[in-house]
């Protein structure tokens, strides 16, 4: 991946930017205590993290996240590298506070659609692209990425998981990818970028291809 002197002046300005409000705010909310320490050190990676959510949320809406294939000397590619660098170092701020119950709403603050009740284990990247239905369950280590490089582009098309779907343990969503209602990614599959899994369907492999159809037994979203 190709990273150049814009690309260093436009991270480390915002770097330092964020940093400093982090210390403003933990400064001002700094209390008096045996734990001050402590609760500083929360406060500042806490604020950190809110105000990066802020920033992101600033940028686009001057300039929404790019769609589509771009090369390596494009704006949206160098637009993207910013943000990229921003939300890892913001997500390492914030994950002390993370859990598997909180980790919805942390990637709803930084773009992503998230439903009602879906449980994330995994890791979700270019969150402005990213929809995921009600009652989604995103398996431990999985991975589910807007964006794909090869060696002089960069393909970023939005995702799309359906109401009641499940993406298996260690499996792979691409970019482009559209999961449907109450469909089924088995543990260790690829769904490749464009791939369409239709709705009550099982599909496993690399890449993923169907196994079968799923029969909705009852209202509790179990299957035969």
């Known amino acids: 991946m190709k990273t150049g002197l814009v690309d260093f002046i436009l ?9 400093c409000f982090a210390l403003v705010t933990t400064r001002v909310l700094s209390i008096n205590s045996s734990y ?8 500042f990676l806490f ?17 929404p996240y790019p769609v589509g294939s771009f090369s390596m000397h494009s704006q949206a590619f160098t637009y993207w590298k910013l943000v990229a660098v921003l939300m890892d170092l913001a997500e390492k701020m914030l994950h002390p506070f993370t859990t598997v119950f909180t980790q919805p709403l942390v990637y709803s603050m930084f773009g992503a659609h998230v439903g ?6 995994g890791i979700i990247r270019d969150h402005p ?6 009652h989604v369950t995103v398996g431990q280590n999985s991975v589910i990425t807007a ?9 970023l098309m939005p995702v799309k998981i359906g109401n009641n779907a499940v993406i298996g343990i260690n499996s792979v969503v691409m970019p482009g990818v559209t999961i449907g209602d109450n469909a089924v990614l088995a543990p260790g599959a690829v769904a490749t970028s464009n791939t369409n899994i239709p709705e009550n369907e099982l599909w496993g492999g690399v890449p993923a291809r169907k ?14």
């Open 116 to 121: 009602k009740h879906t449980a994330i284990a």
């Open 129 to 134: 692209l990213i929809y995921l239905g009600e």
């Open 11 to 19: 991270s480390a300005t915002c770097l330092i930017i964020l940093i």
């Open 147 to 155: 964006h794909a490089i090869t060696r002089d582009e960069i393909l």
């Open 47 to 63: 604020s950190y993290g809110l105000y990066t959510a802020l920033l992101l949320k600033i940028l686009r809406s001057v300039r």
């Open 211 to 224: 196994i079968k159809d799923l029969v909705l037994e009852s209202s509790s979203s179990s299957y035969r």
């Open 36 to 43: 001050h320490l402590l609760l500083d050190v929360a406060v």
